[in-house]
């Protein structure tokens, strides 16, 4: 049941359910099987992964985003302090 939560929450990119997950992770102790420990390593892998890939994504809008503020900025017509008319 856990790895199915899990599985849902990868290909959801479910930030929130796969952190839930990892909180209970005990539940992985009851698994019966060495395959369901081997499945339970590769999506704990991929969630990760995943993990990693939402955190990139998110520092570059971040870095987009000042960079867009900045050129704003230097933009600003209220920043002059009068006419810059040249003949």
Same mark, same amino acid.
């Given at each position: 049941?856990?790895?199915?939560?899990?599985? $849902?929450? $990868?290909? +959801?990119? *479910?930030?929130? =359910?796969?952190?839930? &997950?990892? *909180?209970?992770?005990?539940?992985?102790? *009851?698994?019966?099987?060495?395959?369901? &420990? +081997?499945?339970? =390593?590769? &999506? @704990? +892998?991929?969630?990760?992964?995943? @993990?990693?890939? &939402?955190?990139?994504?998110? @520092?570059?809008?971040?870095? +987009?985003?000042?960079?867009? $503020? *900045?050129?704003?900025?230097?933009?600003?017509?209220?920043?002059?302090?009068?006419?810059? $008319?040249?003949?």
């Amino acid at each position: 049941m856990w790895l199915d939560k899990l599985k $849902i929450a $990868i290909v +959801q990119k *479910d930030t929130d =359910s796969i952190s839930k &997950l990892l *909180d209970d992770i005990s539940q992985i102790k *009851d698994a019966k099987k060495l395959e369901e &420990l +081997q499945e339970a =390593s590769y &999506l @704990l +892998q991929e969630a990760s992964l995943l @993990l990693n890939s &939402l955190k990139d994504e998110t @520092l570059n809008f971040i870095n +987009q985003t000042k960079k867009s $503020i *900045d050129f704003l900025g230097s933009t600003d017509m209220r920043n002059s302090k009068g006419l810059d $008319i040249r003949l």
